[in-house]
């Protein structure tokens, strides 16, 4: 079974201050995701990534950056953390080849600005 | 861009009973899609991908079948379980970006 580490399990922040979520993953893959899921609903792609050193932008990237120093390592700042940014993140990775490979999720990180 | 509508923010069944969560969506290009389940405090798993059109895929007494005249890949079981209650996911990937867009997903609730 593929493996996506993310770390911290969960952190609490002050507004204004920066975050940085980590994760890791052993599965050799090319692409990375950073997603956010608010409480009872969808998952958001902020950040994605299919090569270290480039990032792309998601669908809801304001307020976010992401890193991709290496291949199995991909990071997401808040450089100013906000109330709204209080929510569960989930990192995951895919081989993606021709689209039909699954993702391998993270167990995600709770983060709660206050 | 692409999206995905699932219709029914909660479904809530006795178990026993049959049960299908809606999934349509929009892209430009042939789609993959997939199923994901959440369950409560864990981390999204596939449950289901799609196969060619009109094609129906199984998993765990699960199935969907992909019908792109509809772009449809609404999720079927014949008898749900207390254990399936979760939150589950419709998901769609971009065929030439990588990037796999979800639904607003669908919360199952099974009651005895």
């Known amino acids: 079974e593929a493996a996506v580490t993310q770390s911290p399990r969960s952190k609490v922040a002050v507004t204004g201050g920066k975050v940085t979520l980590s994760c890791h993953q052993t599965?050799?893959?090319?692409?990375m995701y950073w997603y956010r899921q608010d409480t009872g609903h969808g998952l958001r792609l902020i950040h994605y990534?299919?090569?270290?050193?480039?990032?792309e932008k998601g669908d809801i990237p304001d307020g976010y950056k992401a890193s991709r120093p290496s291949q199995e390592n991909f990071s997401l700042i808040l450089e100013l953390a906000s109330l709204s940014q209080t929510a569960v993140y989930f990192c995951?990775?895919?081989?993606?080849?021709?689209?039909?490979?699954?993702?391998?999720f993270g167990h995600g990180t709770k983060l709660s600005v206050l | 861009g692409d999206s995905v509508t699932q219709t029914e923010g909660l479904v809530t069944l006795t178990k026993g009973l049959p049960v299908m969560l809606n999934c349509t969506y929009q892209?430009?290009?042939?789609?993959?899609l997939f199923w994901y389940v959440q369950h409560l405090n864990e981390a999204p798993k596939l449950l289901l991908k799609?196969?060619?059109?009109?094609k129906r895929t199984e998993h765990q007494g699960f199935y969907a079948t992909l019908h792109k005249s509809s772009s449809s890949f609404h999720l079927q079981k014949s008898s749900v379980q207390l254990s399936d209650s979760a939150l589950y996911f419709c998901?769609?990937?971009?065929?030439?970006?990588?990037?796999?867009?979800f639904g607003h997903g669908t919360i199952l609730r099974v009651h005895p």
């Open positions: 995951a990775s895919s081989a993606y080849r021709d689209g039909s490979e699954r993702l391998f």
């Open positions: 599965n050799n893959h090319d692409y």
């Open positions: 990534s299919y090569v270290a050193d480039s990032t």
């Open positions: 892209t430009t290009y042939s789609p993959f």
């Open positions: 799609s196969s060619t059109d009109n």
């Open positions: 998901a769609l990937i971009g065929a030439n970006t990588g990037k796999l867009t």
